[in-house]
């Protein structure tokens, strides 16, 4: 069974830092590009960012570029997120997706995904 698993979301100050991990089971993630997305209490799921496969294409939505890094080890199956200088704009469920297609913008995108780990901004 196809499985990506998040963790690493909590409560934190505007200004803090905060790594989020994204782990597969069930399948080899290094042939798979990576997306976060993440969802904002009432909005729909945006997304934030993706990594390609072995990694060489990186991209950021406009309000996190500075701010966020996306990396991966292909060695733990994990796709890391790092979230610094936080604001309470970055609140909201993140979610991971994988593809063999490589890197989207769209959540049709990404056939499997993660339940999600919640973000709070807040002081």
């Known amino acids: 069974q196809l499985q990506l698993v998040e963790s690493g979301g909590s409560v934190v100050e505007p200004g803090e830092s905060l790594r989020l991990s994204c782990t597969a089971s069930?399948?080899?993630?290094?042939?798979?590009?990576v997306a976060w997305f993440r969802r904002a209490p009432g909005r729909g799921r945006e997304w934030v960012s993706c990594i390609g496969s072995p990694g060489g294409f990186i991209d950021y939505t406009e309000s996190v570029k500075g701010r966020f890094t996306i990396s991966r080890d292909d060695a733990k199956d994990t796709v890391y997120l790092d979230l610094n200088d936080l604001v309470p704009e970055d609140t909201g469920v993140y979610y991971c997706?994988?593809?063999?297609?490589?890197?989207?913008?769209?959540?049709?995108?990404?056939?499997?995904w993660g339940q999600g780990t919640q973000v709070t901004v807040s002081s």
């Open positions: 069930g399948f080899t993630l290094s042939y798979y590009a």
């Open positions: 997706a994988s593809a063999l297609l490589g890197c989207g913008e769209d959540e049709t995108d990404f056939p499997t």
